[in-house]
Nanobody, 115 residues
């Protein structure tokens, strides 16, 4: 069983920054890829970023160069540093992992960017 708890969302002006964190339970954290997804009102959940156990990363085109995903295996946490935020980044952000063919999600954290 894996439990994910996000934190760090909030309200920020266009061009500002926020840092999201996700704390994961379980001893398998260092072995699995961790990701961030987001869901805006009236839209489907979409991929934002992923970091593999090797440390390699990939990003959605819409956030490349602005967002950075990182992980701390000693603390079982994954973070998403979000810079140069835009109103279209407004969404609920979810932490995600897949273990033994099962998807796990956190409860989500709201990010609102106002102009």
């Amino acid at each position: 069983q894996v439990q994910l708890v996000e934190s760090g969302g909030g309200l920020v002006q266009t061009g500002g920054s926020l840092r999201l964190s996700c704390a994961a339970s379980g001893s398998i954290f260092s072995l699995v890829a961790m990701g961030w997804f987001r869901q805006a009102p009236g839209k489907e959940r979409e991929f934002v970023a992923r970091i593999y156990s090797t440390g390699s990363t990939n990003y959605a085109d819409s956030v490349k160069g602005r967002f950075t995903i990182s992980r701390d295996n000693a603390k079982n946490t994954v973070s998403l540093q979000m810079n140069s935020l835009k109103p279209e980044d407004t969404a609920v952000y979810y932490c995600n992992t897949n273990f033994r063919s099962r998807n796990y999600w956190g409860q989500g954290t709201q990010v609102t960017v106002f102009s």
